[in-house]
């Protein structure tokens, strides 16, 4: 009997061993191909190949739809427009070589380079940018962006959006193939800037026509008129290429042949990929930066997303009254906050307008360092405006919502922010209530949050893209702030300064005083990324709004 | 036996529709909309897109549009990948989840029988004990720290296999490692607790008396009649394992499609979500069909359509 449980015992064993066999025939495998196909895929020919990780799909390549940071890229990287951002954030030529402006600052005619071709090998013209522009606000199109970005800049957009005017009515019009005519609601000093922008692109009528609702949805049915092409790409594409392309104006200036990416979400595999060489770039999240922030590849990337805390003022009396609101925007230690939570190399904010974003028209200074901190963390002060405001409230104690996002980061987040402020507060309870984003919007509409941890991140190169958040029943307001100076200082700058930038810059610094005086938000932080970047990468710069990298100018650098 | 299977399927199809429905209401019950740059826009603009894609007709109308679309085999079109049909988007990220998923239950629950064998005919010996504890880790550890570990040690240490991704073969050893802890710890377990109680039982006894040998009588009398319950365990894991994980295909970037219905109902895509739910229960529906036929094969004495006498 025991010798007989003990044969099948070497049954099961062999049986195992079996499995483990077949197992392990594999993994030789794996092992000598994994050597040899790293390295053979980067040098057999010569090519000059970059690999770079996604964070996610690209949802839309149709430059009229398009509404999020990987559609952008790789629109930027695919197509160009009227102009390109530099390494500094200045437009240089694109489509364009150059433009003229009326003296009411209403009309602009750009001038088109005549050598541009579409990837099919069609010329760009000035007609391709009308029927673009045309078809972004179009009600019919249901784009986002287009209607977002257009109206009350091009003239007659809100108009044709809202199908009260003919798509023809719509301020923009080819004089002749080359020239293209542009008229604007009011004038738009970063207009410039505007037009390296996704949605500004051109498109190509016959070619998108023909597609139909395929348009956009495979590198088949796609063209291109930037430095690169899109291959190898669908829309639930995992992994795809950018392949330089040949018929771009530009072609010579392009050094890198191919940049891979493919999608990866999960941080840990991300930098094990790239430590295992299959990727030239990896983001650290917050929770490793620790572990690899004396890596040689390590480096911080500067972002220009602002965060703050919004104080609704019609859902809590309390948050009317402006010493409770000053008392809340000094008393959290926004040090420890990115230094210890965050911990990504995320600057500490004291204004609304980020660091190194916009420089003054004169005096090419940043606007950061000419309004400076205009609130920071004071725990005394924030504790005699605590004790002024619930004296002319009449109470002792205070009872706010705070609402916050709910990915990982946001809830340590919003739980440390809870904990300072009912810690440095005395009196005062902090409710959490962290919910996902789509939630988080609806209870911002509906203004049903007292505080609420919320961001933004720019549109457009002015301080316009922010200071504009905060007009009098403003679409984005939604904490019932509301003062009239500030609402006449930017009604100013758009209207009667539009022609006088350094004279709009004026109105914008005092701007951004006034909200702070009222204490409107209360600024965390202003974000970064924390990377692993291989050595090999080079010429990559990062732009302050629309497609995050620029890799027109970008090589391939030794590895060593 | 066809009548049976005749009526089974209309069930099914009675089962299905009962779920579009529920599945379609509570999504409507989700907060926000499936605009994008929904905090962007004005009331106006937002309205205007709203329009264009049939989302301010009431409730009732968008259930009937829909329905109409679902007895052509239209699923819609993807809010969130413009343009993109969802049945473009099911095909191609089905295709690594269910690869996976099958993988892992085939080797999943081929190691675990035989771990539950071991333990039942070595009961309450040293094997009996390690393959508890086997099992017992694999089912209260959670996949994504296996993946982690994996990683970390046949990827990244020891270089056996790729880190991540997707491509050939060996990018699925490591996912598909992960993923058969769960399989084969419920496999063990059961296994071992039914081999327990049918080798004490009488015919097991009256085979022995009969002379016949060890191995047949593991194998062919006391592991037949073992599986039943099992069985019923492997049908729905099955499923919840050929859908895919959204854990696992995240920490090894697989294009699979669990991740996508977790995001699909992240940015309320909502043609995205109905499409991913129908075909997750038809899958589901399915199985319990084939598992109810299996039964018969397996156990004769469980008589499928035998009221008619």
């Given amino acids: 009997m025991k010798l007989k449980k003990w044969a099948l015992l070497l049954a099961f064993g062999l049986l195992l061993g079996l499995l483990a066999a077949c197992g392990g025939g594999d993994s030789e495998d794996a092992a000598t191909e994994g050597e040899g196909t790293e390295q053979s895929a980067d040098s057999a020919d010569g090519e000059n190949v970059l690999h770079f990780i996604n964070g996610d799909t690209i949802p839309s390549m149709d430059p009229s739809m398009a509404t999020d940071e990987f559609g952008f890229q790789f629109i930027g990287a695919t197509m160009e427009g009227l102009y390109r951002l530099d390494e500094n954030a200045q437009p240089v030529e694109g489509i364009a070589t150059g433009h003229k402006v009326s003296e009411d600052g209403l009309t602009w005619t750009f001038t088109l380079r005549e050598d541009a071709q579409w990837s099919n090998g069609d010329p760009v013209t000035a007609h391709d940018f009308v029927y673009a522009w045309q078809r972004a606000v179009d009600p019919n199109t249901g784009s986002e962006y287009g209607p977002y970005m257009m109206s009350g800049v091009i003239k007659n957009a809100e108009a044709v959006n809202e199908g009260e005017v003919p798509v023809e009515e719509l301020g923009v019009t080819a004089e002749d193939d080359y020239t293209l005519v542009v008229e604007l609601e009011q004038p738009v000093p970063y207009f410039e800037s505007l037009t390296t922008f996704s949605t500004f692109m051109p498109l190509n009528e016959k070619f998108v026509e023909e597609q139909g609702d395929k348009f956009a949805t495979s590198t088949d049915t796609l063209l291109f008129n930037g430095p690169y092409t899109l291959e190898n790409w669908t829309s639930t594409a995992q992994e795809w290429d950018l392949v330089k392309n040949e018929n771009y104006w530009d072609a010579d200036t392009v050094q890198v042949d191919r940049i891979n990416h493919v999608v990866v979400k999960d941080p840990a595999t991300s930098v094990r990929l790239y430590e295992e060489g299959s990727v030239d770039r990896a983001t650290i999240s917050s929770d490793l930066v620790d572990q690899y922030s004396t890596h040689e590849d390590y480096q911080v990337v500067p972002e220009t997303a602002v965060f703050y805390i919004k104080m609704n003022q019609t859902r809590n009396e309390a948050l009317a009254n402006v010493n409770i609101r000053k008392a809340i925007s000094m008393g959290f230690n926004k040090d420890a906050l990115v230094n210890e939570i965050l911990n990504n190399g995320s600057i500490v904010a004291n204004g609304l307008i980020p660091k190194d974003f916009v420089n003054l028209p004169d005096s090419e200074e940043d606007f950061r360092e000419v309004n400076g901190d205009l609130v920071t963390f004071d725990l005394e002060k924030a504790q005699e405006y605590w004790e002024k405001g619930l004296a002319e409230l009449g109470i002792d104690s205070l009872e706010l919502e705070l609402l916050g996002g709910d990915s990982e980061t946001s809830k340590v987040m919003n739980e440390y922010v809870a904990n300072q402020l009912s810690t440095n507060l005395p009196g005062l309870t902090v409710n959490l209530k962290n919910v996902p984003f789509e939630q988080r919007l609806d209870l911002d509409t509906n203004m049903d949050y007292d505080l609420q941890i919320s961001g933004w991140g720019p549109d457009y190169l002015d301080p316009f893209t922010f200071l504009s958040l905060w007009i009098t029943d403003g679409g984005n307001n939604k904490m019932g702030y509301s003062n009239e100076e500030y609402d006449a200082l930017l009604q100013e700058a758009q209207s009667e300064l539009a022609t006088d930038n350094a004279a709009r810059y004026e109105n914008f610094l005092e701007a951004e005083k006034i909200l702070f005086e009222d204490a409107a938000i209360a600024p965390i932080y202003q974000s970064a990324e924390a990377q692993l970047v291989s050595p090999k990468v080079q010429g990559v710069h990062v732009n302050p709004f629309g497609a995050t990298y620029e890799y027109k100018w970008a090589s391939v650098g030794s590895a060593e | ?309």
Wanted: aromatic share 10%; proline share 5%; hydrophobic share 50%.
């Fill in chain 2, 1 to 309: 036996m066809v009548r049976y299977v005749l009526r089974r399927v209309v069930y099914m199809l009675i089962t299905l529709f009962i779920i579009a429905t529920l599945s379609f209401f509570l999504m409507k019950m989700l907060p926000g909309s499936p605009l994008n740059a929904e905090d962007k826009l004005s009331e106006e603009q937002k309205q205007i897109v709203l329009e264009k894609y049939g989302l301010n007709d009431p409730v009732p109308v968008q259930y009937v549009n829909y329905l109409a679309g679902l007895v052509k085999g239209d699923l819609g079109i993807s809010f969130a990948f413009s343009n993109t049909p969802v049945t473009d988007i099911l095909m191609d990220r089905i295709g690594p989840s269910a690869q996976l998923g099958a993988q892992a239950l085939v080797v999943g629950t081929i190691l675990g029988v035989l771990l539950g064998l071991i333990a039942a005919v070595f009961h309450n010996g040293f094997l009996d004990y390690t393959s508890t504890i086997i099992a017992v880790i694999g089912t209260s550890i959670p996949n994504f720290v296996f993946a982690g570990i994996l990683q970390y040690f046949f990827a990244s240490e020891l270089q056996w296999f790729p880190v991540a991704l997707w491509g050939d073969f060996k990018h699925t050893v490591l996912p598909t490692m992960a993923l058969m802890i769960f399989p084969m710890a419920t496999a063990a377990r059961f296994v071992r607790t039914e081999m327990v109680e049918v080798m004490g039982s009488n015919y097991i006894k009256t085979a022995r008396a009969k002379g016949i040998g060890e191995v047949g009588i593991v194998f062919k009398h006391g592991l037949r009649n073992a599986l039943i319950p099992l069985i019923t365990v492997i049908g729905p894991m099955a499923v919840s394992l050929m859908t895919g994980s959204m854990v696992i295909e995240q920490i090894f970037a697989i294009p699979g499609i669990g991740e996508q219905f977790v995001n699909s109902v992240i940015m309320n895509d909502y043609p995205t979500i109905m499409g991913t739910t129908l075909l997750f229960a038809a899958l589901f529906v399915a199985i319990i069909l084939i598992i109810d036929l299996l039964y018969g094969l397996i156990d004769p004495r469980i008589r499928i359509g035998g009221n008619n006498s």
